[in-house]
């Protein structure tokens, strides 16, 4: 199991910081996810690849930084 960091861009509000964990929480293999909207990043833990993750924030509409 490993954690990866997502630097994340768009997340203004406690909405957005709930949106982008319930789409991190619905990847195969994520154990646990951990959004902080100040710091505007998540850190995920679980088997789940960067990619995979990288692609569930899009598809709710944010961006990865540096992705």
Do not use: F, Q, W
Not at 24 to 50: F, H, I, Q, W
């Amino acid at each position: 199991m490993s954690e990866i960091a997502l630097k994340i861009e768009g997340m203004t509000c406690d909405h957005c910081k709930m949106a982008v964990e319930k789409a991190l929480k619905g990847v195969p293999g994520v154990e646990s996810v951990k959004v902080d909207l100040d710091k505007k990043e998540a850190a995920v833990t679980g088997s789940a690849g960067r990619d995979a993750l990288v692609k569930a924030v899009e598809d709710a509409g944010y961006n990865v930084v540096g992705a």
